[in-house]
């Protein structure tokens, strides 16, 4: 089965801080996808891509940024922290176009 | 742009009963539609894929079925145990097959 890892469960940060979320997957996928989730705004793209060293906006991209190095590793960068960006953070991967996602088991993201 | 939409948002129901979870979107030109479950504080786990091509999808309890023309699908669930309790969520690619956009989800509790 496909893995993807996101490296922490829970993450207090400071307002200011500069924040990393590392996402890694295990089977050669294409595609690497960032999502926050908010009780009563579900799921929403902040980054996406579609290859090596390619990224693409989603719906909400301001405060974020992303660096993909490597296939397996997508990396969500929150550049100034700030109180509402506390979130559950998502990763999740595809093969390509067509096939279905797999997603971490989340980030929970508190900015103080 | 691709809206999706969940009915109901919560759902109670007694062990044993089968069930339907509905899911509606406005932009049916889509390749696949995705059902995923996510349990409190955790990630989504994939349920069922369904290609544009296939009208119906099965898993054990669950079955999922996929109208493109008329923009829904629906999830049903034989015979639900309180181990179905969780929040389940309909996806589909964004208008112009961009990442999946995702419903609010319906948030299930099987009441032993």
């Known amino acids: 089965d496909v893995k993807v890892t996101q490296s922490s469960r829970y993450l207090v940060k400071r307002t200011g801080e500069k924040v990393f979320l590392e996402c890694v997957q295990d089977?050669?996928?294409?595609?690497m996808f960032w999502y926050r989730q908010d009780p009563g705004l579900g799921l929403r793209l902040i980054y996406f891509s579609y290859d090596v060293k390619m990224k693409e906006k989603g719906d909400i991209p301001e405060g974020y940024s992303v660096s993909r190095e490597k296939k397996e590793r997508f990396s969500l960068i929150l550049e100034s922290a700030s109180t509402n960006q506390t979130s559950m953070y998502l990763c999740?991967?595809?093969?390509?176009?067509?096939?279905?996602?797999?997603f971490g088991s989340g980030t929970r993201l508190t900015v103080v | 742009k691709q809206e999706v939409t969940q009915i109901p948002a919560a759902l109670s129901v007694p062990e044993g009963e089968n069930l339907v979870l509905n899911c509606s979107f406005t932009?049916?030109?889509?390749?696949?539609l995705q059902w995923f479950r996510q349990d409190p504080g955790k990630g989504l786990t994939s349920l069922l894929l369904i290609q544009s091509s296939q009208r119906e999808q099965t898993s054990g309890r669950l079955n999922a079925s996929l109208d493109k023309s008329s923009g829904r699908s629906t999830l049903y669930i034989a015979a639900s145990q309180p181990g179905d309790s969780a929040t389940y969520l309909c996806a589909v690619p964004g208008s112009g097959n961009t990442p999946l956009v995702f419903g609010k989800g319906t948030r299930l509790s099987v009441i032993a």
């Open positions: 999740a991967s595809s093969l390509s176009g067509g096939d279905g996602y797999t």
């Open positions: 089977m050669d996928h294409e595609n």
């Open positions: 932009d049916s030109a889509i390749y696949n």
